[in-house]
């Protein structure tokens, strides 16, 4: 399947701090990438759909000042935490569609980003 | 947004035992997904089912697309501890939507 790989793979910061969160499909181009985040014991939550050359599509309830979205290239999209909080910490994973396969739909997750703000 | 109820919440069977977990919607989907996710580590997929009625099989997996669109089940035969973690459903209700949504997750625990 494809690969899509993140970065970095855990974060500790302070409170106020802001931090960047890579994420890359390896092996294909992604024009499509999404943004979960995901608490303890709890699913995956989707925060943001990330398009290539345009603006990200925040889901209801996600600030879109607070979690940048970049999607520069069709291999990279980036989400930075902005001035972040205790309560951001979480995992926060990212997913891309290959559009190279039969099935576009198919979603291929990233191994996760465990961000810990102090 | 919209989540799937998935059953059991968890599950703790001896090795060498089957495992059959399901998924419901009260809506419909075009596509249905079975990931495994292991502690600290993002969802791997497993099985993708396309058709409603489809029966699909990956080694051990068998999963199907419930004929109403609004379920599906997994299925692992022979369980080993490896097979340790947290399973999730998710459908996609339209071809090419952002939209995937994701099931509660069964935590699947495999005593040796």
């Known amino acids: 399947g494809a690969v899509v790989s993140q970065h970095p793979s855990w974060v500790i910061c302070k409170s106020g701090t802001s931090v960047k969160i890579e994420c890359r499909s390896l092996d294909f181009q992604a024009t499509t990438m999404f943004w979960y985040r995901q608490f303890p014991k709890q699913s995956l939550m989707l925060m943001a759909t990330?398009?290539?050359?345009?603006?990200?599509?925040?889901e209801q309830g996600v600030e879109k000042d607070k979690f940048l979205i970049n999607h520069a290239s069709l291999t990279l999209s980036t989400l930075t935490v902005t001035s972040a909080h205790p309560e951001d910490s979480s995992f926060y994973i990212c997913?891309?569609?290959?559009?190279?396969?039969?099935?576009?739909?198919?979603?291929?997750f990233g191994p996760g980003t465990r961000l810990t703000v102090l | 947004g919209q989540q799937l109820n998935q059953s059991p919440q968890s599950m703790f069977i001896q090795e060498g035992e089957d495992v059959s977990m399901n998924c419901t919607s009260s809506s419909i989907f075009n596509t249905w997904l079975w990931y495994k996710q292991d502690p600290g580590e993002g969802p791997v997929l497993l099985i993708a089912l396309y058709k409603a009625g489809e029966l699909t099989s990956n080694g051990r997996l068998t999963a199907q697309f419930g004929i109403t669109r609004k379920d599906s089940f997994l299925n692992i035969s022979a369980s080993i501890p490896s097979d340790v973690g947290i399973y999730f459903c998710a459908g996609q209700k339209l071809s090419g939507a952002n939209n995937l949504f994701f099931g509660t997750g069964t935590r699947l625990t495999v005593i040796p």
């Open positions: 997913s891309a569609r290959d559009p190279g396969l039969a099935h576009t739909d198919t979603q291929y």
């Open positions: 990330s398009n290539e050359g345009s603006k990200a599509t925040y």
